[in-house]
């Protein structure tokens, strides 16, 4: 008995005693993995599950492997707080994620609470990083940027013609349609209609009634891939040929497969094509040889993961707080989207808007290309 206690004891002891080689990073990437939204749940979580498979490879961070956590928030704000909870109980200290401005920002105050440094790889609501907290950041661009980068285009493009905004009622939706209003009403052009939709529908034939009788030229839309190619759909049903202009929120190859042919033609406003930077070449070709398209914010979760990575480095620490005051310190980290540093609110300090439009590729493939 006595041998066995012995043996028990060291055994016991031994468990406390982490050892580099044993030790984890609890990470956890959040975003909608079901329902309308899926496409951007998917691009954010494979972005996430390669880097941290190419960081573990290569030894992990200062010595430590990194272990991912999945939460499906449905695109839901109380889904997105059950997820940052549970998060918090499995002693995650770093997320990616969320994908909608409306549920990164309360799951954000359920991370500042337990100690947990966020980055989302797509939220872009001002509002997301202006609320002055430690803990929150975000990689892409801000939709009064993004706003501001349609409405200069629609004003030099679409001078002079007829414009409606539609939006989805979401804190994303209706916030990007707002500040591109904002910005054509300044330049001195009124929009003919406003209108709000809900999401989840499937006849939108009122609205698009609402276009035709406007006599639109070009329907502004704030919202996402899945309302906005039924919206388009419907309009080439009903003969209204005006193109749809829309945000980061449509660049998703099932746009196409939703809204049908007429998608041809669509604008957007999205950040310049990671794809095609220099330094997403290799990972690039890992993510095709898994028979994955790495479009829209797969790279942008990608780059999360290696922020993470490289400031925890500079601070020599994986103490959350630490981790965000390297990166709140305005040191660059080498990334798949290019050099990228923070400001002290947590937003990257380079402008991340060009406008695309969709357009057949020589495959006969509806996709979106950046405008020269």
Not at 61 to 82: C, F, N, Y
Not at 288 to 301: M, N
């Amino acid at each position: 008995m006595r041998t066995l206690s012995t043996v028990g004891l060291a055994l016991g002891l031994a468990a406390l005693v982490t050892s580099p080689a044993s030790a984890q990073v609890k990470m956890g990437v959040a975003a909608p993995m079901t329902g309308g939204s899926a496409a951007f749940g998917s691009q954010i979580r494979n972005g996430a599950d390669q880097a941290v498979a190419d960081i573990n490879e290569a030894g992990g961070v200062l010595g430590q492997k990194i272990t991912l956590m999945v939460g499906d928030d449905r695109a839901d704000p109380k889904e997105g707080v059950s997820v940052a909870n549970k998060f918090a109980a499995d002693g995650v200290k770093f997320v990616i994620g969320h994908f909608n401005s409306g549920v990164t920002m309360p799951s954000s105050e359920v991370a500042q609470e337990n100690g947990i440094l966020q980055i989302t790889p797509a939220s872009t609501n001002p509002k997301v990083t202006d609320r002055g907290m430690w803990n929150m950041f975000r990689i892409c661009g801000r939709d009064d940027q993004q706003g501001t980068v349609a409405g200069e285009y629609i004003l030099k493009a679409f001078a002079g013609k007829k414009v409606a905004v539609v939006h989805d009622k979401t804190t994303y939706g209706q916030g990007l349609a707002d500040e591109t209003r904002k910005a054509i009403n300044k330049g001195g052009l009124k929009e003919v209609l406003y209108e709000g939709v809900n999401t989840g529908e499937k006849d939108y034939t009122a609205l698009v009634s609402k276009i035709k009788a406007s006599g639109a030229d070009l329907v502004y839309w704030g919202g996402l891939y899945d309302t906005g190619g039924l919206i388009v759909r419907q309009m080439r049903d009903q003969a209204v040929k005006a193109p749809l202009m829309g945000g980061d929120g449509i660049a998703s190859d099932e746009f196409a497969s939703i809204g049908g042919p007429g998608v041809e033609g669509t604008l957007m406003t999205y950040g310049p094509d990671p794809r095609n930077n220099p330094e997403a070449k290799a990972i690039v070709e890992k993510f095709r040889a898994k028979k994955f398209e790495p479009e829209a914010y797969t790279l942008y979760a990608y780059a999360s993961v290696q922020v993470i990575k490289q400031a925890a480095e500079v601070a020599k620490s994986l103490d959350p707080k630490k981790v965000a005051e390297a990166m709140h310190s305005g040191v660059k980290f080498k990334t798949v989207l290019g050099d990228l540093s923070f400001d002290k609110k947590g937003d990257i300090t380079k402008l991340d808007f060009v406008v695309f439009t969709w357009k057949k590729g020589a495959d006969g493939k509806l996709s979106y290309v950046e405008l020269k």
